[in-house]
């Protein structure tokens, strides 16, 4: 099977404003479509129009089916979609360890470097949901994002072709996404390729404290506060 890898060649091309918001837009464009996300559309446009074509035209085919489609609807396919999917899933650890200790582990470790950036998640959400690692890219750290993202590219990767195949709209946000990263190198395409062949592993133990990842956590603003010693509000 053609992997379908994206324009993200063409990261190099953003400036540190462009990649910051590129990430805080996919980061609520992941979110769960209530009217409160809705709500956010013009802002949103205001904010992408500027971005170069290969981030802005992307975003922009995904707020014009905001637009067009019922509240109703888009939380309906967001649910088909996150919810009902194996291979859609929003969890950027699920794809390299499944629900085993492992993943248990890896999710501490991303908890932890929230923490030690002065920020922590809110109670009952998974650190490593995809929007959640955006906004602290966007908002907080940068460089420590892009790590977590790279760490967890095939995954990423893989979400995005599952979509593409799938056709849904939010693969648009997944193109956008893919585009603010390096290019993937021959290593990052080979990990895809396995992955996409093998999927994760199936062992089902131990996520505790982080709760179940059966479906997705429909993630409120804000999702990261800062902690007593930090600064942010």
Known sequence: MKMPFGPSARSSALKPHECA???????????????RMLAGRSMLRRAVAPLPAFIGEPL?????HLDVMPQA????????T?????????????????????RGMA???????????????????LPD????????GA???????????????????LLRLALTEADSPWAHVLHAISASLPPLDGDGRTA????????????????????SSDGPVFLPEPRLRVDAQGART
Do not use: M, N
Request: net charge negative; glycine share 6%; aromatic share 12%.
């Open 129 to 136: 949901h995809l929007a959640v690692v955006l906004e602290f």
């Open 60 to 64: 922009t085919a995904f707020l014009d």
């Open 139 to 157: 908002t907080a750290d940068p460089e420590t994002a892009l790590r977590l993202l790279t760490e967890y590219r095939a995954g990423l990767e």
């Open 192 to 211: 895809v390729q396995r992955l996409a062949a093998a999927g994760p592993p199936e062992e089902e133990v131990g996520l505790a404290p982080f709760g």
């Open 21 to 35: 918001v590129t990430w805080q837009a996919c980061s609520l464009l992941l979110d769960y479509p209530d009217e």
């Open 107 to 125: 999710l501490l470790r991303i908890k932890q470097t929230y923490r030690a950036a002065g920020l922590v998640l809110d109670d009952g959400e």
């Open 82 to 102: 996150f919810d009902h999917r194996k291979r859609c899933c929003l969890y950027l650890t699920y794809y390299s360890y499944g629900d085993t200790r492992k």
């Open 73 to 80: 609807r888009l939380a309906a396919d967001y649910v088909a």
